[in-house]
C-alpha cells in the first residue's frame, strides 16, 4: 500500500481561525507523507497523536535529503497522547515532502501557519 498523504490545515492570516484538517492514520507499512512545498519550515507544525489507549507508540520522521539530514528523529507519543514537532526542511525534507513512520494506531495532522 501507498503512504497516507496528510491533508494540510493552512492559516493564512494572523487573528483568524480554521477548522482543523481530521487526523490521518499511517499506513502501517509505508506511513504518511506530508507536502509542505512553498510553506515555510518553521510554520509547519505537525501533530502526532497515539489513538492506542493501552500503549505508547514509536514515531519515525525519517531524515531527508539535505545536507543537515544526518538523522531521523525518534519520537514515543504518550498512550493516548498528542506530540507537536516542527522540523528543518533541511534535515527532514524530500522532494518537498516529510516522512512520518509509526502503527494505524499513529495520526498525523499539520498546521501551517501565517
Not at 7 to 21: A, E, G, L, Q
Request: with cysteine.
Amino acid at each position: 500500500m501507498a503512504a497516507t498523504v496528510i491533508s494540510n490545515t493552512v492559516i493564512n492570516k494572523f487573528n483568524k481561525y480554521v477548522t482543523v484538517t481530521t487526523a490521518a492514520a499511517c499506513n502501517a507499512t509505508d506511513g504518511a507523507v506530508v507536502n509542505i512545498a512553498g510553506a515555510a519550515d518553521q510554520r509547519v507544525l505537525l501533530l502526532i497523536t497515539n489513538a492506542d489507549t493501552a500503549n505508547a507508540e514509536m514515531v519515525t520522521i525519517k531524515k531527508g535529503s539535505g545536507l543537515s539530514a544526518t538523522a531521523d528523529l525518534v519520537i514515543s507519543v504518550p498512550v493516548s497522547g498528542v506530540v507537536a514537532a516542527v522540523v528543518e526542511s533541511s534535515g527532514f525534507v524530500t522532494g518537498g515532502k516529510i516522512t512520518v513512520t509509526g502503527s494505524a494506531d499513529v495520526k498525523v495532522q499539520t498546521i501551517v501557519l501565517p
